[in-house]
């Protein structure tokens, strides 16, 4: 997994875009995300159920990882098991 | 990496959002992704290793730009501005190209087959003929845009930014969506310019209408605030100087939408950004500095800073106004010497940047060093604060018998001047020091043109006897090329006889 890397859910509509790369499993909606979506669609657990919004950036604690949403879709991102949270940028002014 | 994803996550999130407004037509999310990706089918199809653009802004730029990025080819916006030759020269680089826009012209310079020509509305139409078609695989391509430097100083060069240092940028200063809807964006700066290619990426991710004012006319300008309801606008400081000079002759339109003015491009004059922050009292300013080569905006004074500076008793913070601001937090930025070594801050030398939005890269070779950082060619100092000051282009310094002065120091001191609207130092040779410093003033019409001896005087007084000026010329206007930026090669040959 690089930076620029599209995973997508296997339980939901989600895509994200890699922008940041670190070790650990990343998930969606519980079940590991994948370059390629499978036919079949699993079930979203129900732990890992909040969704997920488009042009969010999603990081783990100690920002070893980061990704972009892409593609909402109804599970919620995690990385070893533990929930990403939404990261704040800091707007900055139109400067063109 | 890929551009599109800019285009294609604002149509998924708002499909029919207006994203454009051009001569009257109005451009959704949606609708414009469907054309370029009917142009990216158009131009695989065509062989081309280039798409450029040959033609002023439209729709057609925004679609040849996403389009060229789904398609996989560098996109290369050329000014239409350049003479015959210089054109022709550059059209050579890029053959075979798919070039939209004048075509005639392209015939008459480049007859050589192998460009694939179309004029703006065929190849508009041609696009939306082909919005449906089989699914486009991604691409490989690394390379998004190829520009051609408007070599003020020597031939232009390529700078090419890849996918991955545009995106870095739009990620790293704007949040997606983040403009609320009533928020248009009047942009009328060139397709060619670095700055019209952000104003496109940055406001599609911000979801910011655009409003396509394609000729810069300072009523133009004003009439299209008005009728859309402009919020935004991105000028270069000759483009506000005539805005202003309208007002002041007397246009009475309605500009009370406008909240956010950024400029750049070239120096603004403090004496003018002085008389728009009095002119528009409740519109945020904000300075933009960047360049070709790092994907724009490296540093950028805010409008709270802009007021501060315009309010302030403190020559220090009141300085600033002629600052360019902070770097963004996503860049590193240091001032260095000759030698390579890190100065202090208040030494001047060349500024040096990098991050993950800096390319620093040309089609020939890539200027980077060896840690990524990229040598900007500008001069520019740091203030106790930070902030940011150029002083001309590292290039532009005047070497009087081993001894370096900055024009923009000679320059700053004669504008104190009241009898001077405008005045450039430049090198001139000397047979006693190698160069000497040449100065090029332009008085106002109002005031009696001061005696070389007086300005001579002034410069002593202000800093030393090696600034003064050995050849001293008046000229009714300085030379400046379409987006305000000092021709000072032209500034020399007023001292070669």
């Known amino acids: ?96 | 990496m890929n551009i599109a994803l800019i285009l294609q996550m604002a149509a998924e999130a708002e499909a029919d959002r207006i994203a454009l407004v051009c001569d009257g037509r109005r451009w959704s999310h949606g609708t414009l992704l469907r054309a370029a990706e009917g142009a990216a089918r158009v131009i695989r199809g065509s062989g081309a290793t280039h798409v450029a653009l040959l033609d002023e802004s439209s729709e057609a730029a925004t679609i040849a730009l996403f389009g060229a990025a789904l398609a996989g080819i560098p996109y290369v916006p050329l000014n239409y501005r350049l003479a015959d030759p210089d054109l022709a020269a550059l059209l050579g680089r890029i053959a075979p190209a798919f070039i939209i826009g004048d075509s005639d012209r392209v015939a008459r310079l480049s007859p050589d087959p192998g460009h694939n020509v179309h004029p703006r509305a065929d190849f508009v139409a041609l696009a939306e003929a082909a919005a449906d078609g089989p699914a486009l695989d991604e691409t490989e391509e690394t390379i998004a845009v190829q520009l051609f430097t408007s070599g003020t100083t020597a031939a232009p060069k390529a700078a090419l930014l890849r996918h991955a240092n545009l995106l870095s940028y739009i990620l790293g200063t704007i949040e997606f969506a983040s403009a609320p809807e009533d928020e248009a964006t009047l942009v009328s700066v060139p397709p060619y310019h670095i700055a019209g290619i952000a104003a496109l990426l940055s406001s599609i991710y911000a979801m910011r209408r655009i409003l396509l004012l394609p000729a810069f006319d300072p009523d133009a300008w004003l009439a299209l605030v008005a009728a859309e309801r402009a919020t935004n606008a991105f000028v270069v400081p000759t483009m506000l100087s005539r805005i202003v000079a309208a007002i002041d002759a007397g246009n009475t339109a309605d500009i009370s939408s406008l909240r956010a003015i950024a400029y750049g491009g070239g120096r603004m004059p403090l004496e003018l950004i002085d008389r728009a922050l009095d002119l528009f009292p409740n519109t945020g300013f904000a300075n933009a500095y960047g360049l070709t080569e790092t994907s724009s905006t490296v540093a950028l004074l805010g409008p709270d800073e802009h007021r501060a500076a315009h309010r302030s008793d403190d020559p220090e913070v009141r300085a600033r106004l002629g600052s360019v601001g902070r770097p963004l937090p996503t860049i590193e930025l240091e001032i260095r010497d000759e030698a390579g070594q890190k100065l202090a801050q208040g030494e001047r030398g060349e500024i040096y940047v990098r991050g993950d939005q800096v390319s620093g890269e040309y089609k020939e070779r890539s200027a980077l060093d060896a840690e990524g950082w990229f040598p900007t060619r500008d001069a520019g100092w740091l203030d106790a604060e930070g902030y940011l000051f150029l002083a001309g282009r590292a290039d532009d310094v005047i070497v009087r018998g081993g001894e370096n002065i900055s024009p923009g120091e000679i320059e700053d001191v004669l504008l104190t001047h009241a009898a001077i609207a405008d005045a450039a130092a430049v090198a001139v040779a000397s047979a006693e020091w190698g160069e000497a410093v040449g100065i090029a003033v332009a008085c106002r019409p109002d005031h009696d043109r001061p005696g070389e001896a007086e300005l001579c005087a002034l410069i002593k007084d202000r800093l030393r006897s090696s600034r003064v000026p050995e050849r001293v010329v008046f000229v009714d206007a300085l030379p400046y090329n379409e987006m305000g930026k000092l021709l000072r090669r032209e500034v020399r040959k007023l001292f070669q006889d």
């Open chain 1, 1 to 96: 997994m690089k930076p620029g890397t599209k995973l997508k859910s296997v339980v939901c509509d989600t895509e994200v875009m890699v922008i940041r790369a670190g070790e650990g499993v990343i998930a969606c909606g519980g079940a590991p995300m994948a370059e390629e979506r499978p036919a079949e669609r699993g079930a979203i657990d129900p732990a890992f159920a909040e969704g997920t919004r488009i042009g969010k950036r999603y990081v783990d604690a100690a920002a070893t990882v980061e990704l972009l949403c892409v593609k909402p879709g109804q599970g919620s991102l995690s990385l070893d098991g533990v929930a990403l949270q939404t990261k704040d940028a800091k707007p900055l002014p139109a400067s063109d």
